[in-house]
């Protein structure tokens, strides 16, 4: 989906905090501009205390997790000399920082990624050495880290996050992936900034993500504009301005969506009491999932109805409190009896009738998906001006993945109905009905089209 399953105590708990109050703009003094900004403040601290920030550490509220890391790639202060690594396997907002880098005279480096996504250690590390920043002052370099894949459901080592800081860096680290599902300590990895959504960790509200940032790091950051909320004193005409105050309110442009803060505040409350149990609870569906779809065969030929591609676990825990080496979901392709790849659009729409909800495509992650459906060199071969379609006729399919996700929502029955569906498929009978249903759609969208 995308996003995690909101709980209905959390609407209602919201729903009821708004019947009852009036809040204001937060730029304001007036007495509910004074709740709004109690209210944002409370939540900053739960952000902060979740994530088990030592002092020193700051939230910028954003949009989301791509707006946090806009808000970075936008004012950080490459140069000539400066260089940017980040790994293949990540999202594209990850990526888009290159265009910032570029611009101002940075080297962009990319850590290849393995088979199963993610990157090998010692690889990594031996770019970031060569790459290294030759002045921290002069060159400033920025390493970005993909906590978690969102397709490859890789985990990389958070280890090299003291490692790059060591040879100067500052370090980044996209946890919108491994955030919802997986504890995740500032104390013990103190990343320079980290981006998050808020939706993907416990479904509402939308809308709403943060930086969690180190102050220092912060005043390093040279925005390119300013906005409304983030200066105290502007000339008009003339060239002189004076930021706000308080570090955080320079870098969240215009009002936050302060009606939304409280829900921040309840949804970690909620989702601190679940994290303990979780990674255990999603170990076990994901272990069935993986053993069930991979034993699956068509009643025709025998031949294998999927193909996992993503990481699997190297065990499953045991026990409250462990951590898993791998994410909570599964990449993969269904497979026709002869072996060919069945189109994504006809798997996506046949389990919507189903009500199943199943994500697929590249998942704004390219390097990643490139990577589990083995078509780096067809990337490589791309050019100026080429589209989705263009990619599509020259691999000779349909790109991307299905993507299965776990969170704190999915139960035993969630799983137990995606390998129903998936055991239709194999069946011959049950998959032409659903082929035929498929088709005419596409003939009836086409026809609308005309």
Not at 1 to 20: C, K, N, W
Not at 91 to 114: C, D, L, M, Q
């Amino acid at each position: 989906m995308g996003g995690a399953l909101y709980p209905e105590s959390l609407i209602q708990v919201h729903t009821d905090f708004l019947s009852r109050s009036v809040l204001g703009n937060t730029h304001s003094v007036s007495n509910s501009s004074k709740l709004s900004a109690q209210f944002m403040g409370e939540a900053r601290a739960a952000v902060l205390s979740y994530f088990r920030a030592p002092p020193g550490y700051t939230v910028v509220f954003t949009a989301n997790a791509t707006g946090a890391l806009k808000l970075v790639g936008e004012s950080y202060p490459f140069t000539g000399g400066s260089s940017y690594v980040l790994g293949t396997d990540s999202h594209n907002s990850v990526h888009g920082i290159r265009e910032y880098a570029t611009r101002r005279g940075a080297k962009v480096t990319y850590v290849p990624s393995t088979a199963t996504g993610g990157f090998d250690i010692a690889t990594a590390k031996n770019i970031l050495l060569r790459h290294r920043p030759q002045s921290a002052a002069l060159t400033p370099s920025l390493f970005t880290l993909t906590a978690q894949s969102n397709i490859s459901n890789s985990k990389n080592p958070l280890s090299i996050i003291e490692y790059a800081s060591s040879l100067g860096y500052h370090t980044l680290l996209d946890a919108a992936a491994l955030a919802p599902t997986s504890i995740f300590s500032l104390s013990e990895h103190p990343v320079d900034a980290m981006a998050i959504s808020f939706y993907k960790m416990f479904g509402f509200p939308t809308g709403i993500g943060a930086l969690v940032v180190k102050k220092s790091f912060l005043e390093q950051l040279q925005r390119p504009w300013f906005a409304g909320g983030t200066v105290d004193v502007v000339q008009v005409p003339g060239n002189i301005v004076t930021r706000a105050h308080e570090l955080y309110e320079q870098f969240e442009d215009g009002t936050i969506n302060y009606l939304t803060l409280p829900a921040i505040t309840d949804g970690l409350r909620f989702l601190s009491a679940y994290l303990p149990f979780l990674p255990l609870r999603l170990s076990c569906l994901l272990k069935y999932l993986i053993t069930s779809l991979s034993s699956l065969k068509h009643d025709t030929t025998g031949t294998p109805v999927v193909r996992i591609l993503s990481r699997t676990p190297s065990r499953t825990l045991k026990s409250v409190g462990e951590q898993s080496d791998a994410g909570s979901l599964i990449a993969l392709i269904f497979l026709s009896p002869t072996g060919e790849m069945i189109p994504n659009t006809f798997i996506e729409y046949s389990a919507s009738k189903q009500k199943i909800s199943l994500r697929t495509g590249c998942m704004c992650n390219p390097g990643g998906a490139a990577a589990l459906l083995g078509i780096e060199d067809d990337m490589r071969k791309l050019y100026t001006g080429v589209t989705l379609k263009d990619f599509e006729a020259a691999v000779g399919r349909e790109l991307g993945v299905v993507r299965i996700s776990l969170g704190l929502a999915s139960n035993f029955q969630d799983a137990w109905h995606v390998v129903q569906f998936a055991t239709s498929i194999g069946k011959e009978e049950s998959r032409r009905a659903m082929w035929e249903r498929w088709s005419q759609s596409q003939t009836a969208e086409v026809g609308q089209a005309v």
